[in-house]
């Protein structure tokens, strides 16, 4: 298996387009193929972060391709170096190839965004946020009705982590989610004008969790890690049925 076979396998899943759709639209991404090594693909690790515990884990697995989600590369590259890049150079020298796949598959049906707001008990939204060719990102969707106290044990539950911060007191009924550093100001509108007494999303600014307090709505935030890695893992779960080598999810504890 070559590595372009991976990436036709993942595009047919979270078309690389969608990433191109939203830089049309002003965002930044570097989605695609990050180093290719040019060897037969002896077996993939899917790790949301390039990380050297990620090569190590390929290395001892016997895996030469490494599929991540956030960017093994973000920005341009002007010189490669051990300490600047530790972990890319270590996939360098041990001859793994790297792929990565960012906002294409944040955004794409059975994505991240989607399998967040099945976590958070969701089923179909109510509105999308920014809504592409296929699929889209940020949803607003019913759940069924619970205290905030027992919303918080589920997800705790669901996704695997006691890393959580809440603030609020209303009961939970409708839901807005943002994968990721979704936690905007165009987000929290978006969560207001649609009905939303509960935010869910990672990386919160100070000033944008005051006012969607003040505004009368409940505030979870999961790690980053945690809020992604629930549907990356899923995303994993569909390459498997589609290459003819191990694939292998990595998860990272410490992040969780």
Request: proline share 3%.
């Amino acid at each position: 298996m070559k590595l372009k076979d991976i990436f036709n396998a993942a595009n047919e899943l979270a078309p690389f387009a969608l990433s191109e759709e939203y830089i049309e639209k002003g965002h930044y991404d570097n989605s695609g193929v990050m180093l290719d090594c040019g060897r037969e693909i002896s077996g993939v690790l899917f790790s949301l972060d390039l990380s050297l515990a990620a090569v190590e884990e390929a290395q001892k697995r016997g895996c030469n391709a490494i599929f991540t989600h956030h960017p093994a590369i973000w920005e341009g590259v002007k010189h490669l170096d051990e300490a600047h890049a530790p972990a890319l150079f270590a996939c360098v020298k041990a001859g793994i190839s790297v792929l990565s796949a960012h906002l294409n598959l944040d955004a794409a049906e059975n994505g991240i965004d989607e399998w967040l707001m099945r976590g958070l008990g969701g089923s179909e939204p109510l509105a999308v946020m920014d809504r592409l060719s296929r699929g889209g990102y940020g949803r607003v969707y019913e759940v069924s009705p619970v205290s905030l106290q027992d919303f918080e044990a589920h997800v705790r539950k669901e996704f695997q982590t006691e890393r959580l911060v809440v603030y609020g007191q209303n009961p939970v009924k409708r839901v807005a989610s943002f994968c990721g550093g979704g936690f905007e100001g165009q987000s929290l509108a978006f969560a207001l004008e649609n009905g939303a007494d509960t935010l869910v999303s990672s990386d919160g600014k100070h000033h944008l969790i005051a006012e969607a307090v003040e505004k009368g709505l409940n505030v979870v935030l999961l790690t980053h890690y945690a809020a992604e890695s629930y549907g990356f893992g899923r995303f994993c779960e569909s390459m498997k049925s589609k290459l003819s080598v191990p694939c292998i999810f990595f998860s990272d504890g410490s992040l969780q």
